[in-house]
C-alpha cells in the first residue's frame, strides 16, 4: 500500500491543509505536485491497495480547468480516495462535485470530502493566515475521522455537495505585472503552472494563458510581481460582504 498526496496549490494555501489532512498517515507519502507542468502524469497509476488525497483551490466556485485536466491524465485503478477543495472564505460552490466527477471518471474510489479555507490567494486580507491554529485542531480531527473509515473496511461514498450543470467558470483575468525591482531571475517563469511567463525574459506575460493564480506573486523572491492597485481594490470590494464573516471546514464521510 501507498499514501498518495496529489495536491494543485500555486500559492501554498492548498498545500497547507493537504499536509494537515495527511497528519494520520504514517507510511510514506508519494507527493504528486500538479502545478509542475513537466510533470507526465499519464505514468502516474495507482492501485486499489493505495489511498490518495486529491487537493486543489476552488477558482470562482469551480476546479481549475489545468488541474482538472492534470488530474484526468491520472489512473486511479479503485484507490481509495479523500478529495478536498480549498477556497478563500467565499464559497467553494460546484468545486467538490466537479472534483468528484473527474477523479471517478479515472478510476478512484471517493470515501471522504473536506471543504477547507486558506487565505484568499488574491484578495489576501480575507481568511489571512489560515488555517490557523483552529483550522489545524479541525483539520487534524477531521484526518482521524478519515483514517478511522479507512481502517473500519467500510468504504461508504459520501454525500457530494454542489450542482450539475456546474456553474460557468468566472474569468478573473488578474495578471499581475513585474515592477522595478524585478532582475529577471526567472524563478517565476521556472514556478508558473501553466508556463505563461517567458522564460528569457519573465516581463513578458501570455495574458490568454495567465491563470491568475498568484504563483509568480508568492515565489517572487525580490517581492517583484504586483497586482494593479485598482484591479486590487475592486476585489476587494466586492469580496467584501461574503468573505467578512469565517467560514468553516466541512468534512463528509
Known amino acids: 500500500m501507498k499514501y498518495y498526496q496529489i495536491c494543485f496549490s500555486p500559492t501554498g494555501g492548498t498545500q497547507k491543509v493537504a499536509d494537515l ?13 500538479l502545478t509542475d507542468c513537466k510533470t507526465d502524469f ?24 489545468i488541474a482538472a485536466k492534470r488530474i484526468s491524465r491520472l489512473q486511479g485503478n479503485g484507490a481509495k480516495t479523500v478529495i478536498a477543495c480549498v477556497y478563500g472564505n467565499r464559497a467553494y460552490e460546484d468545486t467538490l462535485i466537479e472534483l468528484y466527477d473527474t477523479v471517478q471518471k479515472n478510476g478512484f ?23 490557523d491554529e483552529q483550522d489545524r485542531v479541525q483539520l487534524t480531527a477531521f484526518a482521524r475521522q478519515i483514517s478511522e473509515k479507512l481502517a473500519s473496511g467500510i468504504m461508504t461514498e459520501p454525500h457530494i ?5 456546474y456553474r460557468k467558470a468566472g474569468a478573473v483575468g488578474i ?7 524585478c532582475i529577471n531571475c526567472g ?12 522564460k528569457t525574459n519573465s516581463r513578458k506575460v501570455d495574458k490568454k494563458a495567465c491563470i491568475s493564480c498568484m504563483r509568480c ?6 517581492a517583484a510581481r504586483k497586482v494593479n492597485g485598482l484591479m486590487l481594490f475592486l ?8 468573505c467578512s464573516q469565517r467560514k468553516e471546514n466541512e468534512l463528509y464521510l
Open 21 to 33: 489532512l495527511a497528519t494520520e498517515w504514517v507510511n510514506e507519502i508519494v507527493k504528486v505536485d
Open 42 to 65: 499519464t505514468r502516474i497509476k495507482l492501485t486499489k491497495e493505495d489511498v490518495a488525497l486529491i487537493a486543489v483551490p476552488s477558482y470562482s466556485g469551480r476546479v481549475p480547468e
Open 109 to 131: 474510489k471517493v470515501i471522504a470530502e473536506v471543504a477547507a479555507v486558506a487565505e484568499h490567494s488574491i484578495a489576501r486580507r480575507y481568511a489571512a493566515g489560515r488555517p
Open 161 to 165: 455537495p454542489g450542482h450539475r450543470p
Open 175 to 181: 495578471v499581475p505585472k513585474p515592477t522595478k525591482e
Open 187 to 198: 524563478i517565476c517563469a521556472k514556478k508558473c503552472p501553466v508556463g505563461a511567463i517567458d
Open 217 to 222: 506573486v508568492a515565489v517572487c523572491p525580490h
Open 235 to 242: 476585489v476587494n470590494a466586492l469580496l467584501k460582504k461574503a
